[in-house]
Nanobody, 122 residues
Framework: QVQLIESGGGLVQAGDSLRLSCLAS????????MGWARQAPGKEREFVGG????????YYANSMKGRVTISRDNAKNTVYLQMDSLKHEDTAVYYC???????????????WGQGTQVTVSS
């Protein structure tokens, strides 16, 4: 059974930084592309960023470029999302996702975590 467990969410102020972590189990982690998606209240889920199985390639949503960095540690089965200069509009539930290939479409990811809430106060 695949499990993706996110941690690191919380309440921060605009301009702050936050690092989310996702611990994966039940899959061959180093064979999967990993990513992050988010869903704000009243909005659809959207892609935040993704990283290839090797860590060599990363994709980011235009709205987050320059403010987020994705990294992974295959020895620890963990993927990270570093977010800087957070804005109020970044408030959302953030989900860790896993899929066979790196893609900007959230629908291409087979496995999803339960999500972690990030709230940015203005």
């Amino acid at each position: 059974q695949v499990q993706l467990i996110e941690s690191g969410g919380g309440l921060v102020q605009a301009g702050d930084s936050l690092r989310l972590s996702c611990l994966a189990s039940g899959l061959t982690f180093s064979s999967y592309a990993m990513g992050w998606a988010r869903q704000a209240p009243g909005k659809e889920r959207e892609f935040v960023g993704g990283i290839s199985w090797s860590g060599d390639v990363t994709y980011y949503a235009n709205s987050m470029k320059g403010r987020v960095t994705i990294s992974r540690d295959n020895a620890k089965n963990t993927v990270y999302l570093q977010m800087d200069s957070l804005k109020h509009e970044d408030t959302a539930v953030y989900y860790c996702v896993a899929g066979p290939t790196l893609d900007t479409e959230v629908s291409e990811y087979d496995h999803w975590g339960q999500g972690t809430q990030v709230t940015v106060s203005s």
